[in-house]
């Protein structure tokens, strides 16, 4: 029974092209007009005037980014990378616009990292040389993971860290002042910032929860005290979480839940979670050993973090726990516990090519116990039914999250971001990280449980600048490129939105490629023009539409004025036209139209 706290009663648990683009239709999402601002920086108003601004996080989830700059100085806040959309086919993950920053770069002091999430880290290798490498303030177990990550960017520059601990105060440049702050998420040592500005003092925790004792008391919460005797003037909070009622489940009750499958299990059970969840993976560790079962690790990623922290001392494992992957067969079901990324289902990761019987020593049987770990990422939802429904054909047994507790989410849901908020009492709120509802749904928040104006909790879209002032926060009608950068392989922001634009029609339409072969002084087919369907028709069953379309390639051919000369870019248009538009009359749907003239 969890008892009264400061806080409130709990419940029982809880070649790059930078022009902007309008993104509304590509996105759908309505969005101020961009303005386009130089390299030389934004007026300055007669007053103090500290502006802040996003190059991601502020309309999806990940991409994380956002800078302050005061005159001639900047400080940038973590670097992470989004993963692919639907509107982004083939895409491998998407990074933060710095085309700003690169024209500061002189004038960038410190890029300070939250956490080791890739959300937060991993656009790291991609943009430091343009920015100038700035020094990165963050923990050891950060540095850590930002260096393993850079272990596969041998070209990349070496980074300067500055290591920072809980409660240490740095002085970042003439006008920024920075104090470093622990926060519970699902990642050990994350860090907040209390940041001492010309305008006034500006919190930023990063991602934060609030974690629980045995008696439901919240922990570490005399920190969020402390803040709010320091006359802040800005508060900025994740806005993750803000559409969720009530309390974080505590890990303690995850933990429980996680050992009470353990004790029923007769099977194998495999655990799916993200990599970077080191504190869910070092408790299940531990219950593996109190019920002597043997840990096997699948994922080169899991793997990696797993020994950072044993090496930095945030876990303890007995050296027998740990048995390579390639000996699990030489144990009892019993004996088996294999931990693996792959909970969002994600194509290319351990728990998928173990369910599509891809991997090379572990497949699903009858009897396994499959436990995910996570909470659904938005956007992942059919990757994760299609992971139950293909789980549950293969006769494995499975838990997750919305079935018993077996996830705590690292985001603090509207109980907890109303406590923050009550006990920093900030004079400005800007609700950041996640989608525009979410965002809108912290500003409520905020309105409500400080008292304060809708213009005191101003919201912001990426590249919109808001300008702070003692007493003011005001968006300004300037704004900074925010844009998409998108990387491909081994391209970094040459795929735009007319290659997308292509990637989508191929995907949604297919494609029709014609093939005609002309004489060049006649003008008259020397063969029956060749048709390639991709992804529209199958040819052999549609014979009466191909031959349909010849005859009308041939018409079109034959109604050419005669010339000395043929113009072959007036035909490929004219047939890319007229072909497109008798394919829709004829099937309702508009394949991409790839004409090919052979002149002979």
């Given at each position: 029974?969890?008892?009264?706290?400061?806080?409130?009663?709990?419940?029982?648990?809880?070649?790059?092209?930078?022009e902007?683009?309008?993104?509304?239709?590509?996105?759908?999402?309505?969005?101020?007009?961009?303005?386009?601002?130089?390299?030389?920086?934004?007026?300055?108003?007669?007053?103090?005037?500290?502006?802040?601004?996003?190059?991601?996080?502020?309309?999806?989830?990940?991409?994380?980014?956002?800078?302050?700059?005061?005159?001639?100085?900047?400080?940038?806040?973590?670097?992470?990378?989004?993963?692919?959309?639907?509107?982004?086919?083939g895409?491998?993950?998407?990074?933060?616009?710095?085309?700003?920053?690169?024209?500061?770069?002189?004038?960038i002091?410190?890029?300070?990292?939250?956490?080791?999430h890739?959300?937060?880290?991993?656009?790291?290798?991609?943009?430091?040389?343009?920015?100038?490498?700035?020094?990165?303030?963050t923990?050891e177990l950060?540095?850590?993971?930002?260096?393993r990550?850079?272990?596969?960017?041998?070209?990349?520059?070496?980074?300067?860290?500055?290591?920072?601990?809980?409660?240490?105060t740095?002085?970042?440049?003439?006008?920024?002042?920075?104090?470093?702050?622990?926060?519970?998420?699902n990642?050990?040592?994350?860090?907040?910032?209390?940041?001492?500005?010309?305008v006034?003092?500006?919190?930023?925790?990063?991602?934060f929860?609030?974690?629980?004792?045995?008696?439901?008391?919240?922990?570490?919460i005399?920190?969020?005290?402390?803040?709010?005797?320091?006359?802040?003037?800005t508060?900025?909070?994740?806005?993750?979480?803000?559409?969720?009622?009530?309390?974080?489940?505590s890990?303690?009750?995850?933990?429980?839940?996680?050992?009470?499958?353990?004790?029923?299990s007769?099977?194998?059970?495999?655990?799916?979670?993200?990599?970077?969840?080191?504190?869910?993976?070092?408790?299940?560790?531990?219950?593996?050993?109190?019920?002597?079962r043997?840990?096997?690790?699948?994922?080169?990623s899991?793997?990696?973090?797993?020994?950072?922290?044993?090496?930095?001392?945030?876990?303890?494992?007995?050296?027998?726990?740990?048995?390579?992957?390639?000996?699990?067969?030489?144990?009892?079901?019993?004996?088996?516990?294999?931990?693996?990324?792959?909970s969002?289902?994600e194509?290319?990761?351990?728990l998928?090519?173990?369910?599509?019987?891809?991997?090379?020593?572990?497949?699903?049987?009858?009897?396994?116990?499959?436990?995910?770990?996570s909470?659904?990422?938005?956007?992942?939802?059919?990757?994760?039914?299609?992971?139950l429904?293909?789980?549950?054909?293969?006769?494995?047994?499975?838990?997750?999250?919305?079935?018993?507790d077996?996830?705590?989410?690292?985001?603090?849901?509207?109980?907890?971001l109303?406590a923050v908020?009550?006990?920093v009492?900030?004079?400005?709120f800007i609700?950041?990280?996640?989608?525009?509802?979410?965002?809108?749904?912290?500003?409520?928040?905020?309105?409500?449980?400080?008292?304060?104006?809708?213009?005191?909790?101003?919201?912001?879209d990426?590249?919109?600048?808001?300008?702070l002032?003692k007493?003011s926060?005001?968006?300004?009608?300037?704004?900074?490129?925010?844009?998409?950068?998108?990387?491909?392989?081994?391209?970094v922001?040459d795929?735009?939105e007319?290659?997308?634009?292509?990637?989508?029609?191929?995907?949604?339409?297919?494609?029709?490629?014609?093939?005609?072969?002309?004489?060049?002084?006649?003008?008259?087919?020397?063969?029956?023009?060749?048709?390639?369907?991709?992804?529209f028709?199958?040819?052999?069953?549609?014979?009466?539409?191909?031959?349909?379309?010849?005859k009308?390639?041939?018409?079109?051919?034959?109604?050419?004025?005669?010339?000395?000369?043929?113009?072959a870019?007036?035909?490929?248009g004219?047939?890319r036209?007229?072909?497109?538009?008798f394919?829709?009359?004829?099937?309702k749907?508009?394949?991409?139209?790839?004409p090919?003239?052979?002149?002979v």
């Amino acid at each position: 029974m969890r008892t009264n706290t400061n806080i409130k009663t709990l419940p029982p648990r809880g070649k790059r092209t930078y022009e902007p683009r309008t993104r509304r239709s590509f996105f759908a999402r309505p969005v101020k007009p961009v303005v386009k601002i130089e390299a030389k920086g934004i007026k300055l108003d007669s007053e103090l005037t500290v502006k802040f601004a996003a190059l991601g996080g502020l309309e999806e989830i990940g991409r994380n980014m956002m800078f302050f700059e005061y005159g001639d100085e900047i400080v940038i806040i973590d670097a992470g990378l989004q993963f692919p959309e639907e509107t982004t086919p083939g895409i491998d993950f998407i990074i933060p616009n710095t085309l700003y920053l690169e024209g500061k770069k002189k004038n960038i002091k410190a890029l300070i990292i939250t956490h080791g999430h890739l959300d937060h880290i991993g656009a790291i290798p991609y943009i430091m040389d343009k920015i100038g490498n700035p020094p990165i303030y963050t923990t050891e177990l950060n540095k850590a993971m930002i260096n393993r990550r850079q272990e596969d960017f041998p070209n990349v520059p070496k980074l300067d860290f500055e290591i920072v601990k809980n409660g240490e105060t740095r002085q970042i440049s003439e006008n920024f002042k920075v104090t470093f702050f622990g926060v519970t998420h699902n990642i050990p040592e994350g860090i907040g910032m209390i940041i001492d500005t010309p305008v006034g003092k500006i919190v930023h925790p990063g991602e934060f929860k609030f974690d629980y004792d045995a008696e439901g008391n919240p922990r570490d919460i005399e920190i969020w005290k402390k803040i709010g005797e320091q006359k802040i003037h800005t508060l900025l909070l994740d806005s993750t979480g803000a559409d969720k009622e009530g309390y974080s489940i505590s890990e303690r009750v995850v933990e429980q839940e996680i050992e009470k499958i353990f004790k029923k299990s007769e099977g194998r059970i495999i655990v799916a979670t993200f990599a970077s969840m080191l504190e869910r993976l070092s408790e299940i560790i531990k219950i593996a050993e109190k019920h002597n079962r043997k840990i096997f690790i699948s994922g080169f990623s899991m793997k990696t973090n797993i020994q950072i922290a044993q090496n930095l001392g945030f876990m303890k494992i007995k050296k027998e726990t740990i048995i390579p992957l390639d000996e699990i067969n030489k144990y009892k079901d019993d004996k088996i516990v294999l931990l693996c990324p792959g909970s969002q289902g994600e194509s290319n990761s351990s728990l998928m090519r173990i369910i599509n019987g891809e991997h090379k020593q572990v497949q699903i049987k009858k009897g396994d116990t499959i436990i995910l770990s996570s909470s659904v990422v938005p956007g992942n939802e059919r990757s994760v039914q299609i992971i139950l429904d293909d789980i549950a054909r293969q006769g494995g047994i499975i838990y997750h999250s919305r079935m018993v507790d077996i996830h705590s989410s690292g985001h603090a849901p509207q109980e907890e971001l109303k406590a923050v908020m009550k006990m920093v009492k900030p004079k400005f709120f800007i609700p950041i990280h996640g989608y525009y509802f979410m965002r809108w749904r912290n500003a409520q928040l905020a309105q409500e449980a400080l008292k304060l104006k809708p213009e005191e909790t101003p919201i912001i879209d990426n590249g919109q600048i808001l300008l702070l002032s003692k007493n003011s926060a005001r968006i300004s009608e300037e704004s900074v490129p925010a844009y998409y950068v998108m990387v491909d392989g081994l391209g970094v922001g040459d795929v735009g939105e007319v290659v997308l634009r292509d990637r989508r029609a191929l995907a949604q339409e297919g494609m029709v490629v014609v093939i005609a072969t002309l004489d060049r002084r006649t003008g008259h087919f020397l063969k029956n023009p060749d048709i390639i369907s991709r992804g529209f028709i199958y040819l052999k069953e549609n014979k009466e539409l191909v031959e349909d379309l010849r005859k009308k390639i041939r018409l079109m051919i034959s109604r050419i004025p005669r010339q000395q000369q043929m113009d072959a870019d007036y035909i490929k248009g004219m047939m890319r036209d007229q072909i497109g538009q008798f394919l829709y009359n004829k099937t309702k749907r508009r394949p991409m139209v790839l004409p090919v003239l052979i002149e002979v």
